[in-house]
């Protein structure tokens, strides 16, 4: 029983070298989400038929896109203070055809917690 008490201690503490508390009612860690890690989660969630798209070959950062039409789910940020991933659910609508001028039409900005996997819809 002292050994646990001990070891609570340690982690309450942030000694390095035992983990940090995730969240609540949930495995103590120190890994967190990469935004691609989150951006997964996200397209599972939201956009599950979207398609995997890289800008080049074995790169590690990419996108999602619907097959067949411009709706794309893109990494945008990472906030400063809390650290949580910004992420665009989106469609590009073509204005122009000529000047291929057009704007997007947002479905849903997300915000994923690196460190619970947490995901919330940005009002």
């Given at each position: 029983?002292?050994?646990?008490?001990?070891?609570?201690?340690?982690?309450?503490?942030?000694i390095?070298?035992?983990?940090?508390?995730?969240?609540?009612?949930?495995v103590?860690?120190?890994?967190?989400?990469?935004?691609?890690?989150?951006?997964?989660?996200?397209?599972?969630?939201?956009?599950?038929?979207?398609?995997?798209?890289?800008?080049?070959?074995?790169?590690?950062?990419?996108?999602?896109?619907?097959?067949?039409?411009?709706?794309?789910?893109?990494?945008?940020?990472?906030?400063?203070?809390?650290?949580?991933?910004?992420?665009?659910?989106?469609?590009?609508?073509?204005?122009?055809?000529?000047?291929?001028?057009?704007?997007?039409?947002?479905?849903?900005?997300?915000?994923?917690?690196?460190?619970?996997?947490?995901?919330?819809?940005?009002?």
């Amino acid at each position: 029983m002292r050994q646990i008490a001990i070891i609570i201690l340690l982690v309450i503490m942030g000694i390095p070298g035992f983990t940090r508390l995730k969240a609540l009612d949930k495995v103590y860690i120190e890994e967190y989400l990469t935004p691609m890690e989150a951006l997964d989660l996200v397209k599972e969630a939201y956009a599950d038929n979207f398609t995997k798209i890289s800008q080049e070959e074995n790169t590690k950062y990419y996108f999602y896109k619907l097959d067949m039409a411009d709706f794309y789910l893109v990494y945008e940020d990472t906030d400063e203070t809390s650290g949580h991933y910004l992420l665009h659910l989106y469609e590009f609508v073509l204005d122009d055809k000529d000047s291929e001028i057009g704007h997007t039409v947002t479905y849903g900005w997300y915000w994923v917690n690196p460190y619970t996997s947490d995901i919330s819809k940005y009002p």
